[in-house]
């Protein structure tokens, strides 16, 4: 079973200030690891993927991501805080068990960002 | 935008009614797998579909159903609606290859309100 815990329920920032999201995973297996942000009443959108390669990601918008496996973290980043970045990220884990394909989302992390 | 659709956008139902949502794949994905996203709260799978064959299911009861057709679009049915079916559903298609890596792709959910 795999299963992510994202430790902080709300993060404010100041724009142009630096943003960290936290996460830690648990997985049986080399896991999958993605980010995805919602804005209001939006859908998800993808920001970034780990699956084995670089351990730093680089996504879209200024994120990135680096995969630590000794510390089983995958903490979102962004130098730099712009008012759109406001919204609600999800850290997600995906195994490999066997004919579950299925994604397990963290309880999310609403980032503010005040002018 | 990832493609993905979903009809209607909103929808009130009473206890006890029944109720189909749909979801078109993005073009070239032939999985679909459905999520239900209490208020505050993360994403969590339904099932999952593969060449119209359910393919994964989680914690949900029999009376949360689905279909997936040919052309891979799917519908979510729920019978006997109670208030806590009250959510956003969300759809996400991907591309199953026989590898780990296919990434979801979100539509924009449908708000379900059971009153």
């Known amino acids: 079973a795999q299963s992510v815990t994202q430790l902080d329920s709300h993060v404010s920032v100041s724009e142009g200030t630096p943003v960290l999201l936290r996460c830690n995973y648990s997985?049986?297996?080399?896991?999958?690891l993605f980010w995805y942000v919602q804005h209001p009443n939006k859908g998800l959108q993808l920001l970034l993927k780990y699956t084995s390669a670089a351990t730093l990601v680089k996504g879209i918008n200024g994120f990135e991501a680096e995969f630590k496996k000794s510390e089983t973290s995958f903490h979102l980043t962004k130098p730099s805080a712009h008012m759109s970045d406001a919204a609600e990220y999800f850290c997600?884990?995906?195994?490999?068990?066997?004919?579950?394909?299925?994604?397990?989302f963290g309880s999310g992390t609403r980032l503010q960002v005040q002018p | 935008e990832t493609g993905v659709t979903q009809s209607p956008t909103h929808l009130i139902k009473t206890r006890g009614q029944q109720v189909t949502l749909r979801c078109s794949s993005q073009s070239g994905h032939n999985t679909v797998s459905w999520y239900q996203q209490a208020l505050g709260q993360g994403p969590q799978f339904i099932f999952q579909y593969y060449r119209e064959e359910e393919n994964g299911r989680g914690n949900f009861p029999p009376r949360f159903s689905g279909l997936q057709f040919p052309n891979y679009s799917s519908e979510l049915n729920v019978n006997a609606l109670e208030l806590d079916d009250s959510a956003l559903y969300l759809c996400a298609s991907s591309l199953r290859s026989g590898g780990a890596t296919d990434t979801q792709y979100f539509g924009p959910g449908t708000r379900l309100t059971v009153l």
């Open positions: 997600v884990v995906r195994g490999l068990d066997t004919g579950r394909r299925a994604l397990t």
């Open positions: 997985s049986s297996y080399s896991p999958s």
